[in-house]
């Protein structure tokens, strides 16, 4: 069984940087994909990105393309998530997640393994 487990969210001052990290255990990934989608109070899951395992192909969402960098380290089995120029707009609960194959998945339903997510609260 695949287990995901998030860190280094926290309270941060629009404009600042932050940088949380996914340690992922229980299988092999070079056939995965790793993501991160996050959820305001009172909102839907949203994508934030991806990343293909084994070629390091990314893909991110509309919202953080530019500002957000997904990062992987194979020998720590690690995906990390670089968030600059953060807006009170990204507070959100973010989540790793996994799913088979290479393919860039929007759909939360289609990733088959999640975090217990880390908080990013963006405030003055």
């Known amino acids: 069984q695949v287990q995901l487990v998030e860190s280094g969210g926290g309270l941060v001052q629009p404009g600042d940087s932050l940088s949380i990290s996914c340690a992922a255990s229980g299988r092999t990934f070079s056939s995965y994909t790793m993501g991160w989608f996050r959820q305001a109070p009172g909102k839907e899951r949203e994508f934030v990105g991806c990343i293909h395992w084994g070629g390091g192909s990314r893909y991110y969402g509309d919202s953080v393309k530019g500002r957000f960098t997904i990062s992987r380290d194979n020998a720590k089995n690690t995906v990390y998530l670089q968030m600059n120029s953060l807006k009170p707009e990204d507070t959100a609960v973010y989540y790793c997640?996994?799913?088979?194959?290479?393919?860039?998945?929007?759909?939360?339903?289609?990733?088959?393994?999640w975090g217990q997510g880390t908080q990013v609260t963006v405030s003055s």
């Open positions: 997640v996994a799913r088979m194959g290479w393919s860039f998945e929007l759909d939360p339903a289609r990733y088959d393994y």
